[in-house]
């Protein structure tokens, strides 16, 4: 019978176990995590950190699910080496397990920029990190989160959403830049200063101090003016304090975020021999040079790319699944379309695929409404949408995704994608207005004509004409129109209803 | 002096003058939806019916059909709280199928006309032969949701004593048996709407997925009309913007085939918004804990990415459900009709659960049964697996217990047979029977993958078709046999709340047919001897009660007394002074412990996605002048000019960029077969999708026959398609 070694219980690997399960009720199963506690799912640490989720509501599997699929998981079992030539991997207390097929799921871990003070900073990565951060924020006066890619934007909003004054550092010159353009990472960041998070931009961090965040000199821009006004607690009495060298600045704060982005942990695959370049490097089945050996979630490298949301990760672990089970011989990964879903309370974005393109190198659809905090774009290449912006609430983004998802013809009419309610048509004509043909009475298939020539016969209220033709009897819905058409009539005649 | 009105409604003439009064008829039921509408029907002469006009408040007067003598008139009962006065342009015209024209009125043999002993004494000769050659699951039979309690039971009972077959499955395998299932793994227990209908009215929310009552059941929506205009909001779950979410305060628009998933983003949301009811859950159900893990996986952005559903619809979604003080959650064919029906059934009994709904007076889970007796149909054993009283056939005690009734030793009774598609797709195959009695059901034209059907019919060495017009399915027939419908015998129906009905027999019957009953004896007396088999439906209903006693729908203490005097009686109903069940789950649910379980369940993809070839999702649907196949509802000419012929409905981007014209001509092209149709073109519906009605030969050319794992589904509300303009 197939051994299987999961090393990695996160997103990738605990979804791998439960996709393997599903398709093999027999092959053995061992899963080794890092982290002591049951897996939980990481895309939602945000909501915990916000308070929209206890940390109870993230976990993924429990103890009895492991059980009763005859699952060996050995949370806090570290994973220190792989034997290759026995297939075996050894564990910090010394145990050798062996397997058939081995899968790294090994995930990543924060980076830590090499600041002085940096151990004072918490970094935002694991359900340990967000338990940290908010025992902290439990006393803190004022937190600053470093680094304003979509996690230090996330945890921006969930700290000021729980009433901490916020400020939010990014060395780039707008949020996000990675997903967004410019304009929409200035809306974007007029949005979350509209919800109490100072935003600076184009800042460089020098030091991280006891008492707050020492900023290189001359660096960054003054908070936006929006910000400056939404937020009562802005710079006057928490900003610019005199203990630096001249020129330095220092924002104050007694909780600091470290959000500076992820790497994938690939010493294992290293160490073992596997090549490694940013991440563990796959073919198209998620194998590694190894074909005992797989890896996917974050720590590993398909055609080049690192991928960093959940998406791909448990589209990987489904491959992997499917031909370590041989479910499906001819599984195969072939990239995933990345779709960046912003989860924070009142700021609604999603952005998708080449944002970044220009005119000059595709088709652009823009509407920008920065008063009310809306920002949309999309990205068109020979018809088909390669990639779009939209930021604010809108029912747009379900078709929108759909689109950049399959790939599927657009619409010659683009802006009818912005603004779906234009397309839907015109609403309903008053009866009134309404030609002889429209049909009134849907349920009892009767129209405006069918009831006025009843009313030249004769019938002048609602219960005359539901007599002649039945409008109005089956679901009851058009008894209105009925009345407005025959009060209409009588008028017209000068007849008393 | 005004001249008459001019009638839209057939050759009646009324006077604006107050009608005179007149003879309200038999008190009984439409012959069409669950909601089993009350309407009386008066024969009478046919110039006295014809000038009467009307009774009581709406003073309209419905169809005028003439019998062999007489005209019968249908005015809507205001005491059947399912459609208050209320009825639907169907229902107003049912008397037309009555009397001679366009009905089957002799027995057809190989084509040419018989007497019935020559039928039946064929049937019987046929059944014989096929029997010795191949045993006894050679003859298989085929029942429909649209039979009596008494029918139905009758043909279970044919099949397993007189037939001795396991073969035996109905079309309501098409109708509800996601929901059924569903709602037997959570509550030990399916009855459609476990509530009276009128507690709709008072509930703050409701959330339907994947149901359009505007359409299938007009008067329906009059109770959804109570509950918002009492402040009540309503919530659609639907991917086309049809005329019931156009009602709706909320609708919610996904892809078809993503329900699952976004009932499971809507659990996420109302457990991580704190609209979970924590102390509901701890007394009153198991299982949650694992629920609520998967759930966790479920998170709104994901849900959004598979279905469409914008995140913030969904959360307003959850809101109003989780704010409201009592709120149902209802489901319909769109969710259940699934090769996962079951599984997307149970996430939106998940969903109810976590809400506290189920088993709470004015709220709750139901399904909204669609065939007029789909809910007695799937009772009383004309299903697979099923024996009376919703027994289980697999069921030792089950079996001694029916075997008793039935006097024969529980050994004799057959096992569970094939459910509806697999016995189709075997029909005429090395394995498969040989020989199929079919009643009340139309499969040519209502199964998956009708193509294929039609081929294993035509492959049979014996079909026998009971039914009063010549459906495409009776033209393949080797022997027809013309029944009476609806108006014309008596019987009960049990209709989408559970309520027991009396249909009761208004008119005579044309000359020359016969009941199904009386076949069903005829047959037996040919086949075993008639008894056992009586022709009287009291008879049949009170040996049901007998079969049924003890059994979860237990109808032990219904009589047609009772539901005469009480408009319908709900079961359980154990004995003759017990009052009925309207709430079935209010101390207690239908489980060993009583409490109602969550099932863990996963979203997966539809069946057959699309890719380049079948570039768009096809899902079917019904219009409001249709019924089921169309046998009936097209033969009335009211109905057809309403709803003259096959459409497909598609969304003004795409019909652009096919160059296709309201009107014009197109081909849908899928996997399975090919249909012609007019364009409809509409901002209804998603781009990414096209709709087609299958009361006409064309629509389930193309569904697709895969099956859910439990219930045995097919897929009919999604498969991929390509669209052509037709030359």
Known sequence: MTRLVVVGNGMAGARLVSEVRARDPHIRITVFGAETGRPYNRALLSNVLAGTMTPGQVRMLDAEWYADHAVTALPGVEVTAIDREAQEVLTACGRREPYDVLVLATGSEAVVPPLPGAERAVAFRTMGDCEAILAAAGTARRAVVVGGGLLGVEAARGLAGRGLPVTLLHLAGHLMERQLDAEAGLVLGESLAGLGVEIRTGVTVREILDDGVRLAAGTGTAPGTAGAAASPSGTGESGAGESGAVGEEVVEADLVVLACGVRPVTRLARDAGLAVARGIVVDDEMRTGDPSVFAIGECAEHDGVVYGLVAPAWEQAAVVADLVTATDKTARYRGSRLVTRLKARGVELAAMGETHLTEDEAEIVRFSHRARGAYRKLVIRDGRLVGAILLGETPAVGTVTRLFDHGGPLPADRAGLLFPGLAGGAAADSPVRMPDAARVCQCNNVTKGQIRSCWESGARDVAAVAAATRATTGCGSCRDAVEGIVGWLCEQEGIPV | ?727
């Open chain 2, 1 to 727: 002096m005004v001249k008459p009105p001019e009638s839209t409604i057939g050759r009646m003439t009324i006077s604006p003058a107050a009608p005179a009064p007149v003879r309200a008829g038999t008190a009984t039921h439409c012959p069409y939806c669950a909601l089993q509408c009350g309407m009386n029907v008066a024969a009478g002469a046919a110039g006295a019916a014809g000038a009467a006009g009307a009774v009581e408040d709406t003073g309209a007067a419905g169809t005028v059909g003439e019998t062999a003598e007489t005209t019968v008139t249908i005015t809507p009962r205001h005491d059947v709280p399912a459609n208050a006065g209320g009825l639907c342009q169907k229902g107003w015209t049912a008397g037309e199928l009555l009397g001679r024209d366009r009905r089957l009125t002799t027995p057809l043999v190989d084509g040419r006309p018989a007497t019935w002993d020559e039928a039946l004494d064929t049937v019987a000769a046929r059944i014989r032969a096929v029997r010795a050659e191949h045993g006894p699951d050679g003859v298989a039979v085929f029942g429909g949701g649209g039979l009596t309690n008494e029918k139905a039971y009758q043909l279970g009972k044919f099949a397993r004593v007189v037939l001795r077959t396991s073969q035996i499955d109905y079309n309501g395998r098409f109708c509800m048996s996601s929901a059924a299932a569903a709602a037997n793994r959570a509550f030990g227990m399916d009855r459609g709407l476990p509530f009276p209908i009128t507690d709709l009215a008072g509930a703050d929310a409701i959330l339907v997925a994947g149901g359009n009552m505007a359409e299938t059941m007009p008067p329906f929506v009059r109770h959804l009309t109570a509950m918002r205009e009492r402040g009540g909001r309503l919530i659609v779950i639907d991917p086309r913007a049809t005329a019931t979410a156009r009602r709706a305060d909320l609708h919610l628009q996904p892809v078809p085939g993503t329900d699952l998933a976004l009932a499971m983003g809507l659990l996420h949301i109302v457990i991580a918004e704190g609209h979970l009811d924590e102390a509901y859950v701890a007394a009153r159900t198991t299982g949650f804990e694992r629920v609520s893990a998967s759930a966790a996986a479920w998170w709104p952005e994901r849900v959004e990415r598979i279905t469409g559903v914008p995140v913030a619809r969904m959360r307003q979604a959850a809101a109003i459900l989780g704010d409201a003080r009592r709120a149902m959650i209802l489901t319909g064919r769109g969710a259940e009709q699934h090769a996962k029906g079951t599984d997307t059934v149970s996430a939106f009994i998940n969903l109810a659960l976590a809400l506290g709904l189920p088993g709470r007076e004015g709220s709750g889970y139901g399904c909204v049964t669609g065939q007029g007796n789909g809910q007695g149909g799937r009772e009383h054993g004309q299903k697979a697996d099923q024996l009376p009283g919703y027994r289980r056939i697999d069921d030792p005690a089950a079996r001694a217990h029916v075997a008793a009734v039935w006097g024969v030793d529980p050994g004799e009774l057959p096992g569970p047979g094939r459910s509806a598609y697999e016995l189709l797709d075997a029909l005429g195959t090395a394995a498969g029977p040989r020989a199929l009695l079919l009643f009340g059901s139309n499969p040519v034209i209502s199964a998956p993958d009708a193509g294929r059907v039609a081929e294993r019919l035509a492959s049979l060495d014996l079909l026998v078709v009971s039914d009063f017009v010549l459906s495409e399915t009776a033209a393949m027939a080797d022997v027809v046999l013309p029944s009476t419908q609806w108006a014309e015998e008596d019987g009960t129906m049990t209709n989408l709340e559970g309520r027991v009905l009396l249909r009761r027999r208004a008119v005579a019957p044309p000359p020359g047919v016969r009941g199904d009953l009386e076949i069903l004896r005829g047959l037996a007396a040919r086949l075993r001897g008639p008894e056992g088999f009586p022709a009287e439906p009291r008879e049949v209903f009170d040996e049901l009660r007998r079969a049924s006693a003890g059994g979860i729908a237990d109808y032990s203490g219904i009589t047609y007394e009772r539901i005469a005097a009480e408009t319908g009686v709900f079961w359980p109903c154990p004995d003759t002074g017990h009052p009925g069940t309207p709430r079935p789950f209010l101390d207690r649910f239908a489980t060993p412990d009583g409490r109602a379980r969550f099932t863990p369940v996963e979203h997966r993809p539809p069946e057959e996605d699309v890719d380049d070839d079948h570039p768009l999702y096809l899902t079917t649907g019904r219009v409001l002048a249709h019924y089921q196949s169309g046998a009936q509802t097209r033969r009335i000419a009211a109905l057809n000019e309403a709803a003259p012929e096959l459409f497909v409905e598609l969304h003004p981007d795409l019909a652009e960029r096919l160059e296709v014209e309201p009107g014009g001509r197109v081909r849908v092209v899928g996997r399975r077969g090919t249909a012609e149709a007019v364009a409809r073109i509409s901002p209804a519906i998603r781009p990414d999708t096209v709709f087609m009605p299958f009361h006409w030969a064309g629509a389930n050319l193309l569904t697709n026959p895969a099956l859910d794992p439990v219930s045995r589904m097919p897929e009919f509300k999604v498969c991929a398609v390509r669209l052509e303009r037709a030359a």
